[in-house]
């Protein structure tokens, strides 16, 4: 075997290692990503995020801030529109909420609320998982697709919304998706996450 075609073969093995090594690595690194948000989502039950919401019926569209408040399975969210109009303030849970707006209080399902101020009738008792993206518990779901070698979502159906999650960042320790974009039909919005903390349970609780 001459000198030069021996120089070759060692090249060529050399980068088929370095190689490997990475994609062992970024592999290592994915786990880690995926290992280290589930876990976390595991020990939190509240959070306070902040951001931007897009909305879309086949009658209307726009766009609005909000400060999100999760508290269990409580939330309190504000939404107001383009400098500080329509501001509304919506609490409840899954099944039942009130809007206070214009100095009213008007009472409902979280999607005839979410009909009502934005034109738009979005499940908000569920969007406190998918903010999270993963699917809410309870619900079957279907079409789940994640990233690659991670157990991260990438998208999801459930109740007859698709779901979509990306621009994934750390937030508190957490992987989290910074957009998350949901059709059902007509409707559909995107959500646009600016800053998040976490409420670990034991504050939650403490709070009582």
Same mark, same amino acid.
């Given at each position: 075997?001459?000198?030069?075609?021996?120089?070759?073969?060692?090249?060529?093995?050399?980068?088929?290692?370095?190689?490997?090594?990475?994609?062992?690595?970024? +592999?290592?690194?994915?786990?880690?990503?995926?290992?280290?948000?589930?876990?976390?989502?595991?020990?939190?039950?509240?959070?306070?995020?902040?951001?931007?919401?897009?909305?879309?019926?086949?009658?209307? +569209?726009?766009? +609005?801030?909000?400060?999100?408040?999760?508290?269990?399975?409580?939330?309190?969210?504000?939404?107001?529109?383009?400098?500080?109009?329509?501001?509304?303030?919506?609490?409840?849970?899954?099944?039942?909420?009130?809007?206070?707006?214009?100095?009213?209080?008007?009472?409902?399902?979280?999607?005839?609320?979410?009909?009502?101020?934005?034109?738009?009738?979005?499940?908000?008792?569920?969007?406190?998982?998918?903010?999270?993206?993963?699917?809410?518990?309870?619900?079957?779901?279907?079409?789940?697709?994640?990233?690659?070698?991670?157990?991260?979502?990438?998208?999801?159906?459930?109740?007859?919304?698709?779901?979509?999650?990306?621009?994934?960042?750390?937030?508190?320790?957490?992987?989290?998706?910074?957009?998350?974009?949901?059709?059902?039909?007509?409707?559909?919005?995107?959500?646009?996450?600016?800053?998040?903390?976490?409420?670990?349970?034991?504050?939650?609780?403490?709070?009582?």
């Amino acid at each position: 075997m001459s000198k030069k075609y021996t120089q070759k073969t060692l090249i060529v093995f050399v980068l088929i290692l370095i190689s490997s090594c990475s994609t062992v690595q970024i +592999a290592k690194n994915q786990d880690q990503i995926s290992h280290t948000s589930s876990n976390n989502l595991s020990k939190s039950s509240g959070f306070q995020l902040f951001g931007k919401l897009g909305f879309k019926s086949s009658s209307t +569209a726009g766009s +609005a801030r909000f400060d999100w408040l999760q508290q269990l399975n409580m939330y309190t969210i504000t939404i107001s529109g383009p400098l500080g109009s329509n501001r509304a303030i919506l609490k409840g849970n899954e099944f039942h909420a009130e809007m206070q707006i214009q100095g009213q209080y008007i009472y409902g399902s979280p999607q005839d609320l979410s009909s009502e101020l934005l034109g738009a009738s979005l499940p908000l008792g569920l969007m406190r998982f998918w903010v999270m993206g993963m699917p809410a518990p309870n619900h079957s779901f279907t079409k789940d697709t994640f990233y690659k070698n991670t157990e991260i979502y990438s998208g999801f159906l459930q109740l007859d919304w698709q779901l979509d999650f990306s621009r994934h960042k750390f937030f508190d320790a957490m992987y989290l998706p910074t957009r998350i974009q949901g059709s059902n039909q007509d409707h559909s919005f995107t959500l646009i996450i600016k800053n998040w903390r976490n409420i670990p349970n034991e504050k939650l609780s403490g709070n009582g």
